[in-house]
């Protein structure tokens, strides 16, 4: 999720050979980057709590959806379609 909206990976990639954990698995070590200040608010909160670092902290999928909906609502154009960028291919 956080590619989607941000365009990049949460976290710097690691270094596969490295014997230390945090070079080896930034993510572990290191909090994600920030979302672009484009990311409506509830998209955000969704979006970090997916990256929490304890599992059991992390949304389950119908709490995603649950919690998505707003933005999702809020997107839509008359027709019920979302309203959004063109992708860039």
Known sequence: MFHAVAGRRPFEDGDPK???LADRFPQIATAPHPLPDKVPTEV???VRAALEPN???????????????????SAAGPAGRLQGQPLNR
Request: aromatic content about 0%; proline content about 16%.
């Open 18 to 20: 490295a014997a230390d």
């Open 44 to 46: 955000a909160a969704v």
């Open 55 to 73: 599992p059991a902290d992390r949304p389950d999928p119908h709490e995603v959806a649950e919690a998505l909906q707003p933005a999702r609502a």
